[in-house]
């Protein structure tokens, strides 16, 4: 019966396959994009299946997506109260120190380890589900709200409900006005050999407003997430079997030393087993070896191809390109860069971070779970209800904070934020945020230590920072005296 359902969304795409990553065949079978949403559904099985294979598997691929885990999510990306008072916003930052520790479902991590295992799903199959749990008051709860990850197999795009509802997409149900209203979600992963068959089934609508759905669009419209490794399968696929023919071809050489032209077939008279037409013997340093007239011995110099090397990196430096990753960070090669370089390749590459961060992270994940936990709080009487019925905008506006940024050259790039700072393009509250930390909380800590130092005697840190050279200082003041270099 999955069968038939499967060979019924597979009709929905007419003609070749448009996403090379699904594709049966080589490279070529298919030039144009119809329908991202047919495509996906009728691929994103394969597609995930191969992404977890290289994701797994390929040494290349593994570095790439932990790279990416490690630059979006790092130690993670931590909300910032923006409550107008005080005393408020340092209730809501305790409130959520204490949830955050305790808000996984299936006890594994806090909320930024959850983070962490959503962006790696997300960069392999394309996108990750979290669903939002509420519990009652006895179940030992401070904030009774947790999160449960959910594998994208859980949320089947095949399904027999589909066929008898057309509103129903992808196990996405929408509302008559194109509004996503719920996720059909089976209890268990359908390649799970201990579930039950009858949970296979029977997916369970869970409303669209108790899921997080993770995911890159990439089109108006788009319904599921599409692997981040899939503009690459084939070309990593394509190096590993270059990669291998190699590595074959070098153990056949140190498997055969020489040939022997021996034209009587007695093996020119040397000691050894003959066994099966091949010879047998052994040198040692020093050996002089006698062969009768005619015979020779001919050892073998296999040669490399003199191109494999550029070969290789050629497509790795594109494979990095596809995944939006530096080829350093990819390869862990650093043989061809200097400072300008990488720090070049860098700043690309943070512009794709906080893209990533910002407009998918914290949109789909980060934000609505914020605002779940403080009408979780509000309903369970750990905010006032009347304060926030008053302004329940203040409670909800936060600012998140990605992991700080580690450069290059550090001290070069503290020396640009002072003299941005005391030039007035910048504000210090900027530059704290910046780093990943809360300006408050910097400040606050900034205080304690020196109330700590003072009431010590202590110096330290007492001494001001030294003064940056202006830009005109070392210029001469009679223009007359100027070098022309």
Known sequence: MLGTVRRLFSTMTTGRRSLDAAGGGRLGNARTVRNLN???LATTATIQRRAAYFARNNAHITAAV??????????????????????????????????????????FGDFYAMQALMVRQMVEAGESFARFV????????????????????????????????????????????GRRVAFHVLPARPDDPLAPLAELWNPVAIPARDMAHLFHAVEPGQLRGLSWLAPVLLAVHEVDQLQDAALVRAKLANLLCAALVDPDGSAGGL??????????FGLEPGTIIPLKPGTSLEFFDPKESEHYGAFIKSHLQAIAAGLGVPYELLTGDLSGVNYSSIRAGLVEFRKRLEHWQHNVVVYRLCRPVW????????????IDFRAY????????RVEWLPPKPVWVDPKKDAEAEILMVNAGFKSRAQVV?????????????????????????????????????????????????????
């Open 38 to 40: 047919a495509d996906i």
């Open 134 to 177: 509420t519990f009652g008051p006895g179940d030992g709860l401070e904030v009774p709200f947790q999160l449960q990850a959910i594998h994208p197999a859980q949320v089947p795009v095949e399904t027999l409900s589909a066929l008898v509802d057309n509103r129903i997409r992808g196990g996405i149900e929408f509302d008559a006005a």
């Open 389 to 396: 019925e008053a302004n329940p905008a203040a409670f909800h």
């Open 371 to 382: 605002d779940r936990f403080i009408r979780t709080a509000v309903l369970s009487g750990l």
């Open 271 to 280: 000691p050894g087993d003959t066994a099966g037409g091949v010879l047998d």
């Open 433 to 485: 945020t910046g780093l990943g930390y809360d300006p408050e909380q910097v400040d606050a800590e900034i205080a304690a230590d020196a109330a700590r130092a003072k009431r010590l005697g202590l110096s330290i840190g007492t001494a001001p920072a030294p003064a940056l050279p202006s830009p005109t200082d070392n210029a001469p003041t009679d223009p007359e005296s100027a070098s022309d270099d």
């Open 66 to 107: 932990n790279a990416l885990v490690t630059n979006i999510v790092g130690a993670g990306i931590k909300p910032s109260s923006q409550h107008p008072d005080p005393q408020t916003r340092e209730f809501l930052h305790a409130l959520w120190a204490r949830w955050t520790d305790q808000c996984d479902v299936d006890g």
